[in-house]
């Protein structure tokens, strides 16, 4: 059997530990009944609903891996995820395979899950939707299903699927973890998370993204409740933290910056005393919120930097952060850092470098079918996520660049090279550039600088309509500027930090 300990609250609704483990036990039977058995992939396109921690609970006891798909995608994004990890089944939200249709892959068994009413309430879904051919209805499909009577397998994470600098995601897909490995990874969830028995947990970030993924799963199984969130609502989460006396937390600086945005008398309205740890990561932190966070809060703000592949490589406290504003802290415990430049060799503490990492004891990974993307990203069994930063010499980290370009908004990886290659299939374009520059509430937002053809004219809000059909909307830039003749390289690439840098200059970043 498998072992819950956390009621999980979603809207109105309260399902008791015992009703998910129940549940879980179910779905893993049906799925071993399709032959689902250890390192199979098992997808899950659902925004934040019970049933999904029940469906990732079910796969993990068959040794399967769970696949959390980010329901943003595009149905021909969605099409490659579940091609790529060769999914054995689907989990949908009705809605969702309703918007999919034909471009679901043939092979995998699809399960359709109802929409919760506090998801279509959150999310504007109506209630009469069709039917996709050949899903069947979780319900139908559960009172079919035996429970799982058989061993809890080693269980691997959730194979996470990462943007690439391709347009195409890469899924991470870690090892099952020997009991030392996973020793290890529960000492370090329990720093960073502040993951302990009992606690009181609030999940307002999507579970299709790694960090609230792990966080979530791991909560589930010790805590005394997760309450979700749909989608992240400042007024709600502070709502949510009083009626249930939440006391631990994993956010995105922009949610911060949105509870921070609250009006004063709406702050005093919500009893927060309970809270005692709050971990944020994702995306850079200004330092002037994180202070006004913990002098709202006290000093429960804790944070650490790291990726999907590599895990939680730093951590800060409340306390390391005031003393040092910027820094994401320093080495987590079996963490070692190196500091590399173009030429693979260690810079001394205050210069900036590519940053490497490896901890002790952290199952490895692979990319899913692309096993040299994976070497590429290790020097000498260190690993990189592609950023650039720094040590002083008390060694605390301070991050100031991205080497391959990637934007974090709002706490959402984004890759520049699938956009331009979108803008440069429009009529009119002779080139472009897509940067992140400094935006106060996502803490990052996308620029197209476009430049276009001869006799040419584009219009911002043009473009935009353009590129809505072709990208899932957080792809699409913000701002625009169409300018001629862009900064170039000697090989007639353009100079895109000569672009980029001015906006970050402005706002004291070391790059």
């Not at 309450?227 to 922009?254: C, K, N, Q, S, Y």
């Amino acid at each position: 059997m498998i072992s819950l300990s956390a009621d999980i609250v979603s809207g109105d609704r309260r399902v008791p530990a015992a009703a998910t483990a129940a549940r879980a036990q179910r779905i893993a039977g049906g799925l071993q009944a399709l032959g689902v058995g250890p390192g199979d992939c098992v997808a899950i396109l659902m925004r934040n609903d019970p049933d999904f921690l029940a469906a990732t609970y079910g796969t993990m006891l068959l040794g399967a891996y769970a696949v959390p798909v980010n329901w943003h995608f595009r149905p021909e994004e969605i099409a490659y995820v579940l091609r790529d990890c060769g999914a054995r089944a689907v989990f949908a939200h009705a809605d969702l395979l309703a918007t999919l249709g034909a471009a679901i892959p043939p092979g995998p068994a699809v399960v359709s899950v109802p929409v919760p009413p506090e998801v279509g309430e959150a999310y504007g879904i109506a209630d009469d939707l069709p039917e996709l051919p050949g899903a069947v209805a979780l319900e139908a499909w559960l009172a079919g299903c035996a429970p799982y009577d058989g061993p809890a397998l080693p269980p691997p994470q959730s194979m996470i699927y990462t943007s690439g600098t391709t347009g195409y995601p890469k899924g991470v897909r870690r090892r099952a973890p020997t009991a030392y490995e996973a020793e290890t990874t529960g000492r370090l969830r329990a720093l960073v998370y502040g993951l302990k028995p009992g606690i009181r947990a609030v999940l307002p970030g999507p579970l299709y993204h790694s960090a609230p993924n792990s966080y979530g799963v791991a909560a589930g199984r010790l805590g005394a409740l997760v309450a979700m969130m749909p989608r992240f609502d400042p007024e709600g989460f502070l709502a949510l933290v009083e009626a249930h006396r939440i006391d631990t937390a994993f956010m995105v600086p922009t949610m911060l910056i949105r509870l921070l945005k609250l009006p004063e008398e709406v702050r005093r309205r919500y009893d927060v005393s309970s809270i005692r740890h709050v971990c944020h990561a994702a995306a850079p932190c200004p330092a002037e919120v994180k202070r006004a966070m913990i002098e709202w809060w006290g000093p429960v703000i804790h944070e650490f930097y790291g990726g999907t592949e590599t895990g939680p490589v730093t951590y800060c406290t409340s306390e390391q952060a005031l003393a040092r504003p910027g820094t994401v802290g320093r080495a987590s415990p079996g963490c070692s850092l190196r500091f590399l430049d173009d030429d693979d060799r260690e810079v001394p503490d205050g210069q900036p470098g590519e940053i490497y990492s490896r901890i002790d004891g952290y199952p490895d990974f692979t990319y899913q079918n692309d096993p040299d993307k994976r070497r590429a990203v290790e020097r000498d069994g260190f690993l990189t996520c592609g950023d650039i930063g720094w040590r002083d010499p008390d060694g605390y980290v301070f991050l100031c660049d991205r080497k391959r370009d990637m934007v974090i908004s709002g706490g959402v990886n984004i890759y520049p090279a699938e956009i331009e290659a979108v803008l440069h299939g429009l009529p009119g374009v002779q080139d472009c550039a897509v940067f992140g520059i400094p935006d106060p509430e996502f803490g990052e937002a996308l620029m197209a600088v476009v430049e276009p053809q001869p006799g040419a004219v584009l219009e911002p809000e043009a473009l935009r309509a353009a590129m809505l059909p072709q990208l899932a909307g957080y792809k699409v830039p913000r701002h625009f500027e169409i300018r001629t003749g862009l900064p170039r390289e000697d090989s007639g690439k353009i100079f895109k930090r000569r672009l980029r840098d001015p906006y970050w200059e402005a706002e004291g970043r070391r790059i």
